[in-house]
């Protein structure tokens, strides 16, 4: 990024080669580090107040204390990583979305192949809806910050 030398410049932007992917990796970057500390919010606060109390055992309890929390952190996350991306390239859908959605979704991969053979129906039934809910939210929330 170049910019001009007197403060209160506008800023202008070097789009040479590999601008585009610097751009994806500075939006992943900050997807990664919203996702990492909302997730280590929620298991601090969340988890070990309520869960150790029997919270999680019925639907209603795991879905109020881990789905719900969970959306919430890959909505901060995707959104977080769409206001990263810097114009010209957060204008492309393409571009836009690689970016927006990729921590999200590579997070959702790693946690399916972490649990293995411990996975249930109703978990990765309700990991994949988290995830569509929390995408589509941090999603919207970019668009309309951008008044798209």
């Not at 881990?66 to 909505?75: D, E, F, G, K, Q």
């Not at 810097?86 to 921590?103: D, Q, S």
Request: aromatic letters at 8%; hydrophobic letters at 50%; proline letters at 5%.
């Amino acid at each position: 990024m170049t910019r001009y030398d007197h403060p209160g410049a506008p800023a202008r932007y070097d789009d040479g080669r590999g601008a585009g992917f610097l751009a994806l990796t500075k939006a992943w970057a900050a997807g990664i580090v919203v996702l990492l500390f909302t997730e280590y919010v929620q298991v601090t606060l969340v988890w070990e107040q309520f869960a150790s109390e029997g919270g999680t055992e019925s639907f209603t309890g795991r879905l109020l204390l881990i789905h719900l929390p969970n959306a919430v952190c890959v909505a901060l996350s995707a959104w977080a990583a769409g206001r990263v991306h810097r114009p010209p390239f957060r204008y492309r859908t393409g571009p836009h979305l690689l970016a927006v959605l990729a921590v999200p979704l590579a997070a959702q991969a790693l946690n399916l192949a972490l649990q293995g053979g411990e996975l249930a129906a109703e978990g990765v039934l309700m990991s994949s809806a988290v995830l569509a809910l929390g995408c589509v939210a941090g999603w919207a929330a970019d668009r309309l910050q951008d008044g798209d």
